[in-house]
C-alpha cells in the first residue's frame, strides 16, 4: 500500500499559480501510474493529468493542456502539479492517485486507482 500526501492548495485571483505536490511513502514513479484528479462540489471526480514513466506516457485533460504541468521528482517521492493562468472553473478539490497494475486505457478513470491521498482545495476567485 503507497501512503499519498498532498499539500499546496489555497486560494488564489484569477490568473494566478499554484503548484501542488503529492509526497508518496517510497519511490514508485518507475512501477506505478500517477495522476492527479479533481472534483468540484455537486460535481463527479474528473481527470487532469496522469504520468507513467514504465509506460512512457503523459496526459492532460484538454480543459488544462495549456497551462497544467505533471512531473516527478524521484530523489524526493514527490509527484507535482504546477497549474498556470487559473480560472474560476479549477476550483476544487485536487486528488493525486496511483496505481501499479492499471492499464493505460483505464488510466483516465479514478475508479481504477487504489492509492488515493486526502486532497487539497484549490479555490480561485474572480
Known amino acids: 500500500q503507497v501512503q499519498l500526501v498532498e499539500s499546496g492548495g489555497g486560494l488564489v485571483q484569477v490568473g494566478g499559480s499554484l503548484r501542488l505536490s503529492c509526497a508518496a511513502s517510497g519511490r514508485i514513479f518507475s512501477d506505478y501510474a500517477v495522476a492527479w484528479f479533481r472534483q468540484a462540489p455537486g460535481k463527479e471526480r474528473e481527470f487532469v493529468a496522469l504520468?507513467?514513466?514504465?509506460?512512457?506516457?503523459?496526459r492532460l485533460a484538454d480543459s488544462v493542456k495549456e497551462r497544467f504541468t505533471i512531473s516527478a521528482d524521484n530523489a524526493k517521492n514527490t509527484l507535482y502539479l504546477q497549474m498556470n493562468n487559473l480560472k474560476p472553473e479549477d476550483t476544487g478539490v485536487y486528488y493525486c492517485?496511483?496505481?501499479?497494475?492499471?492499464?493505460?486505457?483505464?488510466?483516465?478513470?479514478?475508479?481504477?486507482?487504489?492509492?488515493w491521498g486526502q486532497g487539497t482545495q484549490v479555490i480561485v476567485s474572480s
Open positions: 504520468m507513467s514513466r514504465r509506460r512512457g506516457v503523459t
Open positions: 492517485a496511483a496505481d501499479k497494475t492499471i492499464i493505460l486505457s483505464s488510466m483516465f478513470d479514478w475508479q481504477h486507482y487504489d492509492n
